[in-house]
């Protein structure tokens, strides 16, 4: 049973840091695509990141694209959201995801896993 875990949300100032931590459970995620999601009040879940559990290319929304990284831990079994120079539009649920077909995409119908997310919020 694949287990996802999501934790470090919480309320930080604009201009301010957070990391997100994501500990994933319950096989081995060697071939599977990690990604992070996130949906604010009243609109759609979006895609943040995304990157092979292998290694490899990482890709973002453009609208984190130089702010924020992903990062995985092969010891720990955990990927990682560093949030930097965050803006109150980035206030969100935040949720880690997998992808067992190793899929490296924004579409959220692809990943079969999904943590139960966890809260940023960052005034203004």
């Known amino acids: 049973q694949v287990q996802l875990v999501e934790s470090g949300g919480g309320l930080v100032q604009a201009g301010g840091s957070l990391r997100l931590s994501c500990a994933a459970s319950g096989r081995s995620f060697s071939t599977y695509g990690m990604g992070w999601f996130r949906q604010a009040p009243g609109k759609e879940r979006e895609f943040v990141a995304v990157m092979p559990w292998s290694g490899g290319s990482q890709y973002y929304a453009d609208s984190v694209k130089g702010r924020f990284t992903i990062s995985r831990d092969n010891a720990k079994n955990t990927v990682y959201l560093q949030m930097n120079s965050l803006k109150p539009e980035d206030t969100a649920v935040y949720y880690c995801?997998?992808?067992?077909?190793?899929?490296?995409?924004?579409?959220?119908?692809?990943?079969?896993?999904w943590g139960q997310g966890t809260q940023v919020t960052v005034s203004s």
């Open positions: 995801t997998a992808d067992p077909r190793g899929s490296i995409t924004a579409m959220a119908r692809r990943y079969d896993y």
